[in-house]
Each structure stands twice: as C-alpha cells, then as structure tokens.
C-alpha cells in the first residue's frame, strides 16, 4: 500500500508531505543534556512522581475503534530524540484501531508539554501517530529522562484505557491494564546489549530486554553512574518488549573496549537482577 500522510489541524485532516516537523540546513542534533554524573544538575531523576491511573473500563473505545474479537496487533510507542532537532517525536502504532488520539494530546499538555504538531501516517503495518512536543516552560525537546518515561507511561495508559483489548500485549497491562500478559519473557533470552562504533565523538549503545515501568530511567541512570555521557537516542516500546538505541560517549570520544565491557556487564547485571544472584556477577 502506497503511504499517506495526512495532519490533524483544528480538527480537520489534509494532505502533507511528511509527518514529522521539518528541520533545514545540517543543524546539530540537541539531545538530552549531558548526563555524567560530574554535573548532577545536568541529571534530574528526583522530579516529582508523575502519577498514571489504571485502565478502568473494557467498554471505552475511542473513535469507533475495531472490535476486541479481531486479532490483536502489537502495540508500539516510539520516542525519538535523534530525528528532530528542536522537538521529541513521539510515535503510536496499534494497527488500524487508532482515532486521532486528542485525549492523549490533552494528557500531554497536562505534564507541561506543548504539542507543536501532529500527524497521521497510513501504510501496509496501519495508522501511525505521531506528535512533536516540546517542554512548555522552554520551547524546547525533552531533556529530562523522568519526564521521557512519564509521555511513556501516559501514552501506554491511554492506549490501554481506550483499547483494554490490548492489555495482554503489553507488558505495561500488568500494572495498568485489566489483563496481565499471557506470556511470560525470559529475562536472560529478551536481554540484548551491543555496543558499536558511532564516528569519531561517539558511541551507539543498542538494549533490548523485558519492558516494565521506570526502565527508561534506570537505564540512563546506570549509563550516567559510570560517567558515560548520553547525547541523545531512541527509546522504542514493543509489546512485552522495550528497545533501546543511545548515542554515548565518554570525555567527548567513543567508548574503548574496556569501559565498552564495563557497561555492558552493569546493564546486563541490573535487566537480569530480578532473577540474578549477587555472587554470580
């Protein structure tokens, strides 16, 4: 199926040409803020939890939605902070079963979030969502790792309030949805750590393992713990699973293969805790 773009503007939808904001000239990406913990104020991991209820009602449907007898497709939320220099891009995918999603948009402005812009982007995989936000005290992209995972949880919230029939496929619909997953992920088989070279100022730091809420800020918090730098990355949620792509660096390089192990034995040695004993690190 060929794409089609279209944008949601005072509620009415028309052609475009893209979907997410444009950005001329080769402008520098601006990504998180430095992270290393040599400037703790570069880090906030102490703002005020951000609360999100629990999905209530098997009866909500937004927009006329597909019914919850149809197979259900694997939902997925996608936040960028690489594709746009001045704004998050934030994409919702769960097949075609999505409306215009303006009860996320408003959940969104409640966290201080402005919404610059939003777009609809139909393909052969459905209806893909996406919103460039920016922090409405700065004009800015988010910088802070909490409030990241607060849009996170928001949107996974929302879905899960409209769409309950896709609580079995996340692995948040244990916290915040009416049905627990039926499947279980073994931590120590969906747990995947690379590490490659990014240019010469820069690391790429890939994860992948079992999603749960809080992970997103675990992690930057281990990478900052060690004095790795995150300049800005990709934080992607895929059913039961979270996958994770950060620039890194170290000093302003990339990462030697010795400080590269370091840190790939920590985030591996804190995804697998749960079920890890101390004495085997």
């Not at 997953?181 to 590490?195: C, K, L």
Request: aromatic share 4%; hydrophobic share 40%; charged share 25%.
């Amino acid at each position: 199926m060929a794409e089609m773009a279209v944008t949601v503007a005072a509620g009415t939808l028309r052609p475009c040409s893209g979907v997410s904001p444009a950005a001329s000239g080769n402008r520098r990406l601006a990504g998180w803020r430095q992270l290393a913990p040599a400037a703790p104020a570069k880090l906030r991991l102490s703002s005020p939890a951000l609360r999100v209820p629990r999905a209530a009602s098997l009866a909500a449907v937004e927009d006329g939605s597909s019914s919850n007898t149809d197979t259900v497709p694997t939902p997925k939320v996608i936040i960028d902070q690489d594709s746009d220099p001045d704004a998050t891009i934030v994409e919702v995918t769960l097949g075609d079963r999505l409306g215009d999603l303006l009860d996320t948009m408003s959940a969104l402005r409640n966290l201080g979030l402005n919404v610059v812009k939003a777009s609809v982007c139909l393909d052969s995989s459905g209806k893909h969502n996406k919103f460039a936000i920016t922090k409405s005290s700065t004009g800015r992209k988010i910088d802070d790792p909490e409030l990241l995972e607060a849009v996170r949880l928001t949107i996974i919230n929302n879905m899960l309030e409209y769409h309950p029939e896709a609580s079995s496929q996340l692995a948040m619909g244990a916290t915040f949805g009416i049905e627990p997953p039926t499947e279980v992920v073994d931590v120590d088989i969906a747990t995947h750590i690379d590490i490659y070279d990014d240019g010469p100022e820069r690391s790429l730091l890939v994860v992948e393992s079992a999603d749960r809420p809080g992970l997103l800020v675990d992690l930057v918090k281990i990478i900052a713990d060690i004095n790795i730098t995150v300049q800005s990355g990709e934080f992607d949620t895929e059913g039961l699973l979270a996958k994770a792509k950060f620039h890194v660096s170290y000093r302003g390089k990339p990462l030697i293969k010795a400080l590269q192990q370091v840190l790939a034995n920590s985030l591996r040695y804190f995804l697998r805790r749960p079920t890890t004993e101390d004495a085997s690190f």
